[in-house]
């Protein structure tokens, strides 16, 4: 979800809108979304635990202190859900929103990623990987 000044990544199951999410501008998704009402106090109850454990996944990458490793960090994580062609649909003013860097950042951050691809295609190490899974990914527009 973005909002005027950051932006949330949400994972599927978890709890969205409310009170919670009153400053969204925009959504940005990626793979196949299906919004469901939770009916019984366990459904919200485990949608909100899902929300905290996205936002709690989220401080553990803006922790790190050099704004390439969060870039980094938000890329390889998205990669890990995600295609890097469906990643590039959302723009790299979005994405430093998830982590609190420049948009110029984001750029840096593909570059080096792709030099990583690249290299592990050729023998070396790689710390970016195709996806292996669709799941969905929300920046919400109001």
């Not at 490793?69 to 998205?78: K, M, Q, S, V």
């Not at 860097?101 to 570059?111: C, E, R």
Request: negative net charge; aromatic residues 6%; glycine residues 4%.
């Amino acid at each position: 979800m973005q909002k005027p000044y950051y932006a949330e990544f949400i994972e599927p199951g978890a709890a969205i809108g409310g009170m919670f999410d009153l400053q969204v501008v925009a959504i940005h998704i990626l793979g196949k979304v299906e919004l469901q009402i939770p009916e019984t106090a366990n459904e919200r109850q485990d949608a909100l635990q899902k929300r905290m454990e996205n936002i709690e996944q989220m401080q553990q990458i803006c922790e790190q202190d050099v704004p390439l490793d969060r870039a980094i960090g938000i890329l390889e994580l998205l990669s890990q859900k995600f295609h890097q062609e469906e990643i590039q649909l959302i723009s790299n003013d979005v994405l430093a929103k998830l982590v609190g860097v420049l948009p110029s950042t984001m750029a840096v951050a593909w570059q080096k990623l792709a030099q990583s691809s690249h290299n592990h295609r050729n023998g070396t190490s790689t710390t970016f990987q195709s996806p292996v899974e669709e799941t969905a990914f929300a920046t919400m527009a109001a």
